[in-house]
Each structure stands twice: as C-alpha cells, then as structure tokens.
C-alpha cells in the first residue's frame, strides 16, 4: 500500500491520470484493488518524489513493475527502459486488441511482458469490462 503521499497528492495524481491505470488503462472505478502512486523511476535508481516521477499505477502493474525500469527486447536486441507515463504516449508504443494490449515498439514489448500486462486474467478482467462499456 503506498500511503506515503497526502490525499491531495493522490487526487492530483490520479485525476492527471483520468483515473486509469497508466501502463494498462484499467480504470480505478472498477478496480478490486486500489491503484497506487507508482514512482516512475524507482527511488532506489535516483527516482525522485516530483510529480513528473509519479504515475498512477493499478496494483498488478505496480507489484510487477516493482523496481525494475528496463529489460531485453528479444525481437530488436536492445535494452529499452520501461514505458515512461511522462515522457512518452501510450498510443506510440501500445495498442488494444481483442483485450490483449499489444506493444507496437521496443518500449511497449518489454513494458507488456515486464509488467505481465497480458497475463490471462487480466486479459479475461479487460474483455468483460470491454464488453460492459466500463473499460
Ligand atoms: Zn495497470
């Protein structure tokens, strides 16, 4: 549970972010678990508390992402960083299909496995609420 930030932190944060997850969109309304403030760049890795380090992060994104900001691409052969709420658009690196989000670049490939944003139940989660107009 991330309870480090005021609430006022949080609504700004979550209200930049529409509400929704920032790697894989679920909205938070419909959400079993609460999203959280995730630190972009994690602490750790010199990540600071500045609002362009924070994003708004569904639990299953958060605790996969946990510390980790990048991974080996197996299609190019680079080391792209994780997608970056702030610095880079969600249309450019990842599009919806089917309920699966699929990524488009290097950056969307690695966010997708890293993040296990595809993982069955979250792909079964994104179709019903698709199909339910909630998604
Ligand atoms: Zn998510």
Redesign the pocket.
């Known amino acids: 549970m991330s309870q480090r930030y005021s609430a006022s932190v949080r609504q700004k944060i979550r209200e930049r972010a529409n509400g929704r ?1 920032e ?2 969109k ?1 909205p938070d309304a419909v959400s079993v678990y609460p999203h959280h403030v995730d630190h972009i760049i994690p602490v750790f890795h010199g990540g600071d508390n500045d609002e362009d380090n924070l994003a708004w ?2 639990f ?2 958060n605790s996969t992402k946990s510390g980790q900001i990048a991974s080996y691409d197996f299609e190019t052969g680079e080391l792209p960083p994780l997608f970056h709420p702030r610095r880079d658009e969600w249309a450019d690196h990842f599009e919806l299909k089917a309920g699966k989000i699929i990524g488009k670049t290097a950056i969307g490939r690695v966010t997708v496995r890293i ?1 296990q ?1 595809n993982h069955p139940d979250n792909v079964e989660t994104r179709l019903y609420l698709i199909q339910s107009r909630k998604w």
Do not use: D, G, R, S
């Open positions: 997850c790697y894989c679920k992060a569904c299953q994104c993040l944003i």
